[in-house]
């Protein structure tokens, strides 16, 4: 008798969980495309093979996305984008900012920048959704049960070209005021989220009627 041999991520394949994370991590996280991996497993007689893998595994890591975008979304989570034409999304926890929810960012990648992608992407989700300046959201905020927290860095990079390349009163004012409220920030880090929302009340509030 021989006992049978354990399952394997992809029914019939070769490949072990360590080799699909290291292409997978490979693609997302270090930016590195398939063409250009399969470039370099062909240096060791694997031209194609990590093509066709490709197609196996594919459908494997959408459950565990889903999985991770619905624990995600249901912790009252943001949500940020890479400024592409596509659209990769990354629906992120709030465990670094003191919420009890295990660390996980999941990436959900979409074909175009239509509105409906994160509105498909963010059905059932209740709470505060932090976002870039991309206008498509505005649909998702119309429905009046998720408001939109504008992020303070994005806006924060148009003063910064401005006041880079030399002298600009105004924009290196603005700097400086932002900077009150990533001391702040960082201050309340980890704290509770009653103890955050009432040093902001208390602190933040003040600063940006003043900067408004």
Partial sequence: MQAPAPARLI??????????????VSE?????????????????GMSSIIRRWRTGWGRQPSTCVRCMSACSASSGNGESCAPTRSRPRAHQDRSGWGGADPPCVAYV??????????????????GILQVDGYAGYGKRAERGDVPLAFCWSHMRRNFDEVATPGPAPIAGEVLKHIAEFYAIEKDIRGRSAEERRLVRQ??????ADAFQ
Avoid: C, M, N
């Fill in 11 to 24: 029914e019939g394949g070769l490949p072990t969980e360590a080799t699909v994370a290291q292409v997978l």
């Fill in 28 to 44: 997302y996280a270090d930016h590195l495309p398939l063409y250009r991996q399969a470039q370099i497993y062909a240096r060791q």
């Fill in 109 to 126: 990648y979409a074909p175009d920048r239509k509105a409906d992608r994160p509105i498909a992407h963010l059905a059932g989700f209740k």
């Fill in 202 to 207: 208390q602190k933040s509030r003040p600063l």
